[in-house]
C-alpha cells in the first residue's frame, strides 16, 4: 500500500525556521494537503494543493513540493505552533485513496 | 458557518456494531467528499474513506472493507458502520468535509470526533 513518510519530530528555538518533509511516489503527480493538530483538538487545515494557504492561517505557514517530497515550513516559528502535522495526499490511480504520513511532532523551545 | 455534529456509541464489546453519524449544518451537502477519518489513542491520522453526496463511495484498500457508509442527503447526514469490532477498532474518529480538486482533497471542516472504545 501507499505510504508517506514524515521525519518523527522536529525541533527548533522561537523566530527560526521549522522545516516538516513528507515524501511519496506519488507525490510529482498528487497534491499535498498539511494538517496541524494540537492535543484534544481535531486537525486544522494549514496548506492545500501544495502552496495554497487557507484564509485565516497566518502567513508564516507555506508549503512546496519538488519531485517527491513536499515541504511545509513553519518561518518564525512560534511557540503556539507546536503540535502535530500531517501531509496528505492519494495514491497514483484515479480513484481517490487517501494517505495521512505518520506525522511530526513540532517542538519549539 | 459550516459545522459538523458527530455522535455515536463511545463503548463497544468485541465483536458489536460500530455505528457513527456526521449532520451538516450551515452549508450545502451536494458536491462533496464526506470522509471519516480515525485516530488510535497516541497515534496518527488514518483515512478510512469517503461518500459522494451521490452514494458513490471510496474506501482505504488496508482496511479490506471492514466498514460500510450511508449516506441521507434530506437529513444532509452521513454514517459510518462497521460490524464485529476488536480493541483495534479503538480510536477517535472524525468526520470531515473533503473539497475536490481533481483526485486531491481538502479537509476544510470537521466534527468534533467521537471516542470510541473496544472492551470486553
Known amino acids: 500500500s501507499y505510504e508517506l513518510t514524515q521525519p518523527p519530530s522536529v525541533s527548533v528555538s522561537p523566530g527560526q525556521t521549522a522545516r516538516i518533509t513528507c515524501s511519496g511516489d506519488?507525490?510529482?503527480?498528487?497534491?499535498a494537503y498539511w494538517y496541524q493538530q494540537k492535543s484534544g483538538q481535531a486537525p486544522v487545515l494549514v496548506i492545500y494543493?501544495?502552496?495554497e494557504r487557507p484564509s485565516g492561517i497566518p502567513e508564516r505557514f507555506s508549503g512546496s513540493s519538488s519531485g517527491t517530497m513536499a515541504t511545509l515550513t513553519i518561518s518564525g516559528a512560534r511557540v503556539e505552533d507546536e503540535g502535530d502535522y500531517y501531509c496528505?495526499?492519494?495514491?497514483?490511480?484515479?480513484?481517490?485513496?487517501?494517505?495521512f504520513g505518520g506525522g511530526t511532532k513540532l517542538t519549539v523551545l | 458557518q459550516v459545522q459538523l455534529q458527530q455522535w455515536g456509541t463511545g463503548l463497544l464489546k468485541p465483536s458489536e456494531t460500530l455505528s457513527l453519524t456526521c449532520a451538516v449544518y450551515?452549508?450545502?451537502?451536494?458536491?462533496?467528499?464526506w470522509t471519516w477519518i480515525r485516530q488510535p489513542p497516541g497515534k496518527g491520522l488514518e483515512w478510512i474513506g469517503e461518500?459522494?453526496?451521490?452514494?458513490?463511495?471510496n474506501y482505504n484498500p488496508s482496511l479490506k472493507s471492514q466498514f460500510t457508509m450511508s449516506v441521507d442527503t434530506a437529513k444532509k447526514q452521513f454514517s459510518l458502520k462497521k460490524t464485529s469490532v476488536t480493541a483495534a477498532d479503538t480510536a477517535v474518529y472524525y468526520c470531515?468535509?473533503?473539497?475536490?480538486?481533481?483526485?486531491?482533497?481538502?479537509?476544510?471542516?470537521w466534527g468534533q470526533g467521537t471516542r470510541v472504545r473496544v472492551s470486553p
Open positions: 496528505y495526499s492519494t495514491d497514483s490511480g484515479g480513484d481517490h485513496r487517501g494517505v
Open positions: 494543493e501544495d502552496t
Open positions: 506519488a507525490l510529482p503527480r498528487k497534491y
Open positions: 450551515g452549508g450545502p451537502f451536494s458536491d462533496y467528499y
Open positions: 470531515a468535509r473533503g473539497s475536490a480538486n481533481g483526485s486531491g482533497r481538502k479537509f476544510d471542516f
Open positions: 461518500i459522494h453526496h451521490s452514494g458513490s463511495t
